[in-house]
């Protein structure tokens, strides 16, 4: 892989303060990206659906359910520890960030999810963007 300074791709309006970049392509997202603590969150259903997982979120009781092949994550507002079932086998994993809920939508830490994924997650903050690149690019 070729090292080179990251620049921020010019098609992205200059609205959006914090881009969040998947694979060189914006992440469609209803509400904008936002920084909160030393991480970054977007909105449940964007982050999961980009990053293939399948969503679900029970609103009554705040809790959302990402899943992909046979590994599924159980996310609860207000809480940084997660649960993570792969086959028979339940573990308990901490979030980089307190998931929250910020105007109807319940908004996750992007870093965990990604890095999960097998994604290369780097923030760069010359140009406020997050940049997950497939380890394979």
Known sequence: ???????????????????????????????????KAGAVYLPLRSAGTALGFDVSYNNKNGTAILKKGNVTYVVSKGSKNISRKEGTTTTTLTLNGTPYEYKNRFFIPVRFFATESGYDVVWDSSVTTVVIRSKTL
């Open 1 to 35: 892989r070729l090292l080179q300074k990251y620049a921020k791709p010019a098609s992205i309006p200059s609205s959006v303060k914090i881009p969040v970049l998947l694979n060189g392509k914006l992440v469609a997202t209803d509400l904008p990206a936002v920084e």
